[in-house]
């Protein structure tokens, strides 16, 4: 049998499906972070969070891509499980570093620009 390719069947859909809902997410709750941080600004906040929007799609598909091509070969269900694991919580891990560097980044930018104004 064949575990590399019941892996990726496993692993392409749950990534998928990490990388469609919680970007919604993301992107949805992220516009309010976004009009309150620039005080209701709609005709700046539209784009900045259709640009962070793009930006973490191009991460997970990268990842995602990455992820296949350097995959090794599974020998067995208990290795096989181990790798799900390990490739997917790297990526979710990446997602709330990356998410939690953009909002202490924007409240940076958005406090800096208000002090000096």
Same mark, same amino acid.
């Given at each position: 049998?064949? &575990?590399?390719? *019941?892996?990726?069947?496993? #692993? *392409?859909?749950?990534? =998928?499906?990490?990388?469609?809902?919680? +970007?919604?997410?993301? &992107?949805?709750? +992220?516009?309010?972070?976004? *009009?309150? *941080?620039? $005080?209701?600004?709609?005709?700046?906040? %539209?784009? @900045?969070?259709?640009?962070?929007?793009? /930006? &973490?799609?191009?991460?997970?598909? +990268? &990842? !995602?891509? @990455?992820?296949? !091509? #350097?995959?090794?070969?599974?020998?067995?269900?208990?290795?096989?499980?181990?790798?799900?694991?390990?490739?997917?919580?790297?990526?979710?891990? /990446?997602? =709330?570093?990356?998410?939690?560097?953009?909002?202490?980044?924007?409240? #940076?930018?958005? $406090?800096? $620009?208000?002090? %000096?104004?």
């Amino acid at each position: 049998m064949n &575990y590399n390719i *019941l892996t990726y069947c496993i #692993y *392409l859909p749950i990534i =998928a499906v990490i990388m469609i809902k919680i +970007g919604w997410m993301f &992107y949805v709750h +992220g516009e309010v972070f976004l *009009l309150h *941080l620039f $005080k209701n600004d709609q005709t700046i906040v %539209k784009p @900045i969070n259709n640009l962070l929007l793009i /930006g &973490y799609y191009l991460v997970n598909i +990268g &990842y !995602a891509i @990455i992820t296949i !091509a #350097y995959w090794e070969t599974i020998k067995s269900t208990s290795q096989m499980l181990n790798t799900l694991s390990e490739h997917l919580g790297i990526i979710i891990i /990446g997602l =709330a570093v990356l998410h939690y560097n953009n909002v202490l980044c924007l409240n #940076y930018l958005v $406090k800096s $620009k208000t002090l %000096k104004q």
